[in-house]
């Protein structure tokens, strides 16, 4: 029985797409997320703390060893913009 080697050329490329597809879109997330792996399965706890990172480096990703915290964080917080029920 002869084997089709001409399947072997679109298998080959169909492979090599979907391997740099894949390698692609890793890439641009461990660059939106500054090198550091995706977060999965975020609680309220992890979101909160996101938001904490956000407003001391401007970035959710982004973590600080400085214990001063930047001018304006203490009026910084979510709780002021919240409506009143």
Do not use: C
């Not at 797409?17 to 997330?29: D, E, I, P, Q, R």
């Amino acid at each position: 029985m002869p084997v089709p080697w001409e399947a072997l050329i679109p298998f080959g490329l169909m492979t090599s797409m979907f391997a740099a597809a894949g390698t692609l879109f890793n890439v641009s997330k461990r660059l939106q997320n500054q090198g550091k792996p995706v977060r999965y399965g975020l609680d309220p706890w992890d979101e909160m703390m996101m938001e904490r990172d956000q407003r001391l480096t401007g970035h959710k990703r982004g973590q600080k060893s400085d214990p001063v915290p930047p001018d304006g964080f203490a009026t910084s917080s979510a709780w002021y913009t919240e409506s009143a029920i």
